[in-house]
């Protein structure tokens, strides 16, 4: 088994990044709201796991320099599903997905009419797969004190229509983790989340000449395959878009602090290596010995830091201070860059390692 996992840290110097709809007070009877953690504290914006993956995949999908096969969306009156095809459709594979039709002749045929020409594959029971891309709601590092803007629509004769959204300053963290192993292998076990294939999968798995792991109850990709779908997946977050409130906040989502490494299984001690002082980002270096000390039989690669200049600049320098001083013990290794070109190096070393199985 091999995980990526890794901490991320977004930038949001006057935001509204995930919103909550109408807030209950404001001076206004239109007030949108942010999403926030209450606590004895004070309020500590968030972006959930959705909107984050959300951003991830409409960055895949938009981009022309990525490649990406997203899978078609079918909707029926109550429900939504994709083709959960994984074999041909890259976020099929990496994102996961659930696929219950339903099986009323009034429910197929108000699929029918709704999917039109789209093809479709068609499934024969119901089928789950656990997303092997994992990721946390994105917290604020301290608690802030949320500002709301007052604004007016006054391009029209007549009073001016009064509005008002909420926004915030802060620095969200958040983890994520890839199974490595997961990415492009389908299993077919009679349990929720490792039935990926039905028997129609399983004949297009057989025609697409997938290995077929007997033991195992799946079918993978070839490594290469794999490889790509992983690669694009990466590089994605590297060139994060998304967030609301652009047009009038217009923040970068790119990750300004990247940190990652490959582990034999999903646990995710690097969430502590960046802790916060009054809601900024202070560098534990406690924690990165500790880390590197207790979880040194779970590591199978470097650590690799991406960090953008003019981001904390104090707390980058004590980053480097830190790392000099840990590979003075030939035991540790890092890859220290922007984030985008760590990015790369993973990706680079992934494809001359056997981390993909």
Known sequence: MAFLNGLLLLNAPASALNNA???????????????????????YPYVSAQAFRYWLRTTLENSSELEWKAAPIFREKKIAYTDANPIDWWDDDLFGYMRAQGKKKEQKEDREER??????????????????????????????????????MSRHEGDPVPHEHQFYRTTLKGIFSLDLNAAGTFTYKLKTGYKNLDRIRKEKAEKAG????????????????????????????GVLCGGAKQTLH??????????????RGGNNPLYYWIGADRGEPVVDEEAWKETLRVWRDQFLSPVYIGWTHGFATTQREKAGEIIANLEKDEQYSFVVGHPREVIEKIIKDMAENKWLG
């Open 115 to 152: 999917i039109g020409t789209t093809e479709m594959t068609e499934t024969d029971e119901d089928i789950t797969r656990i997303s092997p891309f994992r990721v946390s709601t994105f917290v604020s590092l301290g608690p802030v004190s949320i500002t709301e803007d007052f604004g007016v």
């Open 210 to 237: 997938l290995e077929h792991l007997e033991e195992e109850k799946a079918y993978r990709l070839p490594v290469d395959e794999r490889l790509k779908r992983i690669s694009s997946l990466l590089r994605g977050l």
């Open 21 to 43: 709809g109408a807030a209950e007070t404001g001076r206004t009877d239109n007030i949108i709201a942010v999403k926030a953690i209450r606590t004895k504290e004070g309020f």
């Open 250 to 263: 217009y923040t970068d989502v790119t990750p300004v602090v990247f940190i990652a490494a490959v582990f």
